[in-house]
């Protein structure tokens, strides 16, 4: 891959502000996902992303929290799930993958979360959690640790850009208290990025909760992840995006604001 170009220099209309570093696709929410080279988007989002989720019989939606649209349900986090074709294979810990065409993948989810619970693809209501597609950048993920940066995967954003900035400038407020820091992305909400051949409008920043801390995708649990998170950027980590011109995008793209 070429060195990345500096910040704020162009390529056409817009000011290049990173590079595609990993894209991430989900196709059951709340399990692991995949990391594909190049992804299609459309106005819902990634295409594929979150479009199935585990559900219990009140259509609450399997999740490591319990809200009025998730339910808390253990073990998710240690399956992953990857596309066979449009078909989502879901592999569990012992590597045992199941079909999600295969009508034994409904009683395999339910004895391993221990509960009766279904496979099924989204209907009306939207698997995602606070918009279509979600950015983070390697220079946010860098500023939200006073050690070792976060690691992209406790994000699970769709598109992680590798931003070769200083993010982390310390705001003083003048009165004792926990330190905020700037991030990158605060600067974008609002504005339009161009990503291969997609346009998103960035419309405000992603908060985290307990589930970016959880042990997942060979992650340990930490907790001090959104501790840190709270005291240095009231909890939030990345963008939300909707989608204005879908496209598609590939690894490598820069991306540009406009």
Same mark, same amino acid.
């Given at each position: 891959?070429?060195?990345?170009?500096?910040?704020?220099?162009?390529?056409? +209309? $817009?000011?290049?502000?990173? %590079?595609? /570093?990993?894209?991430?696709?989900? =196709? #059951?929410?709340?399990?692991?996902?995949? @990391? &594909?080279?190049?992804?299609?988007?459309?106005?819902?989002?990634?295409?594929?992303?979150?479009?199935?989720?585990?559900?219990?019989?009140?259509?609450?939606?399997?999740?490591?929290?319990?809200?009025?649209?998730?339910?808390?349900? +253990? $073990?998710?986090?240690?399956? %992953?799930? /990857?596309?066979?074709?449009?078909? =989502? #294979?879901?592999?569990?810990?012992?590597? @045992? &993958?199941?079909?999600?065409?295969?009508?034994?993948?409904?009683?395999?989810?339910?004895?391993?979360?221990?509960?009766?619970?279904?496979?099924?693809?989204?209907?009306?209501?939207?698997?995602?959690?606070?918009?279509?597609?979600?950015?983070?950048?390697?220079?946010?993920?860098? /500023?939200?640790?006073?050690?070792? =940066? #976060?690691?992209?995967?406790?994000?699970?954003?769709?598109?992680?850009?590798?931003?070769?900035?200083?993010?982390?400038?310390?705001?003083?407020?003048?009165?004792?208290?926990?330190?905020?820091?700037?991030?990158?992305?605060?600067?974008?909400?609002?504005?339009?990025?161009?990503?291969?051949?997609?346009?998103?409008?960035?419309?405000?920043?992603?908060?985290?909760?307990?589930?970016?801390?959880?042990?997942?995708?060979?992650?340990?649990?930490?907790?001090?992840?959104?501790?840190?998170?709270?005291?240095?950027?009231?909890?939030?980590?990345?963008?939300?995006?909707?989608?204005?011109?879908?496209?598609?995008?590939?690894?490598?793209?820069?991306?540009?604001?406009?």
């Amino acid at each position: 891959m070429e060195p990345l170009r500096s910040p704020g220099a162009s390529s056409g +209309p $817009g000011v290049v502000v990173g %590079r595609v /570093a990993q894209l991430n696709r989900y =196709p #059951v929410k709340s399990l692991g996902g995949e @990391r &594909p080279e190049r992804i299609e988007v459309d106005r819902r989002g990634v295409v594929g992303d979150r479009l199935w989720a585990v559900t219990d019989p009140d259509g609450r939606f399997g999740s490591g929290k319990t809200t009025r649209r998730f339910r808390r349900m +253990p $073990g998710l986090l240690e399956m %992953r799930a /990857a596309y066979d074709g449009e078909v =989502p #294979v879901v592999t569990f810990p012992d590597g @045992r &993958p199941v079909w999600g065409d295969d009508p034994e993948v409904h009683a395999a989810l339910s004895a391993h979360v221990g509960r009766p619970v279904r496979l099924a693809r989204e209907g009306e209501v939207p698997h995602a959690d606070e918009g279509p597609v979600h950015v983070v950048t390697t220079a946010s993920l860098r /500023a939200a640790s006073a050690g070792p =940066p #976060v690691d992209a995967g406790r994000t699970r954003a769709n598109l992680v850009l590798d931003t070769d900035v200083l993010t982390d400038e310390l705001l003083l407020s003048g009165a004792p208290g926990p330190e905020t820091r700037r991030f990158v992305e605060d600067d974008w909400v609002g504005r339009r990025l161009r990503v291969g051949t997609v346009e998103l409008a960035l419309t405000g920043p992603m908060p985290r909760c307990v589930m970016v801390g959880m042990a997942q995708d060979g992650l340990p649990d930490d907790r001090a992840v959104l501790r840190e998170l709270l005291r240095r950027h009231d909890g939030h980590l990345g963008l939300v995006a909707d989608v204005l011109v879908p496209g598609t995008i590939t690894l490598g793209d820069d991306a540009s604001l406009l």
